[in-house]
């Protein structure tokens, strides 16, 4: 069964660094694309970032230059390191794999919350 | 970027209605255009993807249809699991887009 979960949420400091994983199983995460994308409390979705099986990565504006993806191929496991967090970046953090060339999501993991509070 | 606008916001229907939820990018995406279903506390689930090809597993009352710029979600023949929030999402380039939501209401 193809599945995600991701791991690594909670509550962080403005400025405060966290990293979320996401364990996959019943595919090798290498090659596909993978993504993140998240759900700020009561909104829509937002892609946040992906990685192209070629090792690639895209980044919303929004997160550029502080939000860092990456995966680990001996684990079949994606990463997002996220530094500088703020307020805004408080949300719902899905991983979903992407397909190739066409980006669809699919599956998603149950997401993980990340709150940005004093 | 590429901006996704989704009509109407919200629309209330009954069990049995058929619905049209229509999606519009701001600049031509070809077929890149896919569809999702939301309920509350869940992760979203994909239900049409390049525009008009049923994922698998997702009734045929779900029909996606456009091309360009305009696209169609049509769910015929309403039943109670189908009221939820979609979602339609550009992926001709990144940044990857996602329409603000169609929230569907029991009426």
């Known amino acids: 069964e193809v599945q995600l979960v991701e791991s690594g949420g909670g509550l962080v400091q403005p400025g405060g660094s966290l990293r979320l994983s996401c364990a996959a199983s019943?595919?090798?995460?290498?090659?596909?694309?993978m993504s993140w994308v998240r759900q700020a409390p009561g909104k829509g979705l937002e892609w946040v970032s992906v990685?192209?099986?070629?090792?690639?990565?895209y980044y919303a504006d929004s997160v550029k230059g502080r939000f860092t993806i990456s995966r680990d191929n001996s684990k079949n496991t994606l990463y997002l390191q996220m530094n500088s967090l703020r307020a805004e970046d408080t949300a719902v953090y899905y991983c979903?794999?992407?397909?190739?060339?066409?980006?669809?999501?699919?599956?998603w993991g149950q997401g993980t919350l990340v709150t940005v509070s004093s | 970027d590429i901006q996704m606008t989704q009509s109407p916001s919200s629309l209330s229907a009954s069990v049995g209605d058929s619905v049209t939820i229509t999606c519009r990018a701001s600049q031509s995406i070809s077929n890149y255009l896919n569809w999702y279903q939301q309920k509350p506390g869940k992760a979203p689930k994909l239900l049409i993807y390049?525009?008009?090809s049923l994922q698998s597993g997702v009734p045929s009352r779900f029909s996606g249809s456009g091309s360009g710029t305009d696209f169609t979600l049509t769910i015929s023949s309403l039943q109670p699991e189908d009221f939820a929030t979609y979602y339609c999402?550009?992926?001709?380039?990144?940044?990857?887009?996602f329409g603000q939501g169609t929230k569907l209401e029991i009426k």
């Open positions: 019943g595919f090798t995460v290498s090659s596909n694309y």
């Open positions: 999402q550009q992926s001709y380039k990144t940044p990857l887009t």
């Open positions: 390049a525009a008009s």
């Open positions: 990685i192209y099986s070629g090792g690639n990565t």
């Open positions: 979903a794999r992407s397909s190739v060339a066409y980006n669809w999501f699919d599956p």
